[in-house]
C-alpha cells in the first residue's frame, strides 16, 4: 500500500511507503492527514507506559517542513507507460485501442525536423501508423490527428504513474485533475 504525500499546500509530492509515512509521523513531519487509517505498523513496548507502540497510517498524509524541488516541477516527466495510459492506449492515427506492447512513442512534429521530446510534441501510436508517418509531418503523410496532445497536471501525473490507488486518494486526485483531461472519459 502507498501513501500519497503532499506538502501542507496539498499539493501532490510522491508516492511513498507505509513505513516511511511512519517515520514522518514519528518525528512529527505530518502537518494534515485525509482519509481514514489504512494500516497500523505495530513496533516495540514503550518504556514509560509499557504499552505496544502503533502508528495508524492514512492514505494522505501532508508534510510541513522543507519541501523536496521535484514537487515543485511545473511539468510531470515524460515516459512511454504515462503517454500511453494518458492517450488511453488509443493509436492517435488510426484510432485502435491496443496493448502498450504493441504501442510506440510518436513524435508528431519528428526529432529529425527540430520537433522535441515533450508532452505536447508527442501522442501513442501503434507500429503500423508511426512507420507509415515515417519522417513527415501528420499534414504531409495525410494522418489526421484523433486527439490532441497536452501536459498532464501533477494531479494527473500521480495517476498516470500506474498505483494501485485506494478510493481516498483518487478522490483527492481526481478533484485536482482539470475537466478537459482523459482521465475523466
Avoid at 488510426?94 to 510534441?121: F, K, Q, Y
Avoid at 494531479?155 to 494501485?164: A, C, K, Q, V, Y
Amino acid at each position: 500500500m502507498d501513501v500519497l504525500q503532499l506538502d501542507v499546500s496539498g499539493r501532490p509530492q510522491a508516492w511513498i511507503s507505509a513505513h516511511e509515512a511512519a517515520t514522518l509521523y514519528a518525528i512529527d513531519a505530518v502537518a494534515w492527514t485525509l482519509g481514514d487509517s489504512c494500516t497500523v505498523l505495530r513496533g516495540g513496548v514503550q518504556r514509560a507506559t509499557g504499552e505496544l507502540s502503533r502508528i495508524a497510517v492514512h492514505p494522505i498524509v501532508a508534510v510541513r517542513g522543507a519541501v523536496p524541488s521535484r514537487a515543485w516541477r511545473t511539468e510531470p516527466t515524460l515516459s512511454n507507460p504515462k503517454l500511453f495510459t494518458r492517450d488511453r492506449l488509443v493509436c492517435a492515427y488510426c484510432g485502435l485501442r491496443l496493448r502498450d506492447a504493441e504501442l510506440t512513442r510518436e513524435h508528431i512534429v519528428p526529432v529529425s525536423r527540430g520537433g522535441g521530446d515533450s508532452w505536447m510534441n508527442c501522442i501513442t501510436a501503434c507500429r503500423t501508423c508511426n512507420g507509415r508517418k515515417g519522417n513527415r509531418l501528420p499534414e504531409e503523410a495525410r494522418m489526421p490527428l484523433h486527439y490532441l496532445p497536452y501536459v498532464p497536471s501533477l494531479h494527473e501525473d500521480m495517476i498516470l504513474r500506474g498505483r494501485r490507488i485506494m478510493a481516498d486518494q483518487m478522490d483527492f486526485l481526481l478533484a485536482g485533475v482539470p475537466r478537459h483531461s482523459r482521465l475523466h472519459s
